[in-house]
C-alpha cells in the first residue's frame, strides 16, 4: 500500500488523521507521515485496513477501545 491509497482509504471512511490514528493504534504524525511517503506504510497497517473496511470490525475495534478505556 502506498502513502496516496492510504489518504484515499482514510478519506472514504470520512476520517481524519485523529480518527485513523485512533483506529489504527497510532499517532497522527505517523498517519500524515504514510500518506505523505515519507516513510512506508507498514505491512500491518495494510491489513488493519483492509480488516477496518468491513463496517463490523470497526465497531468491534470501538468497542475494545470504550472498554480499554473503563
Do not use: C
Not at 481524519?16 to 504524525?29: I, P, R, V
Not at 488493519?48 to 475495534?61: F, H, M, P
Amino acid at each position: 500500500m502506498q502513502g496516496a491509497e492510504l489518504k484515499k482509504w482514510r478519506e472514504a471512511n470520512d476520517w481524519t488523521l485523529e480518527d485513523a490514528s485512533t483506529y489504527l493504534g497510532t499517532t497522527k504524525t505517523s498517519v500524515h507521515r504514510w500518506e505523505a511517503g515519507v516513510y512506508d506504510v507498514p505491512q500491518t497497517i495494510e491489513i488493519l485496513t483492509y480488516l477496518l473496511s468491513d463496517k463490523r470490525n470497526i465497531r468491534s475495534v470501538e468497542k475494545f477501545l470504550r472498554k480499554s478505556l473503563d
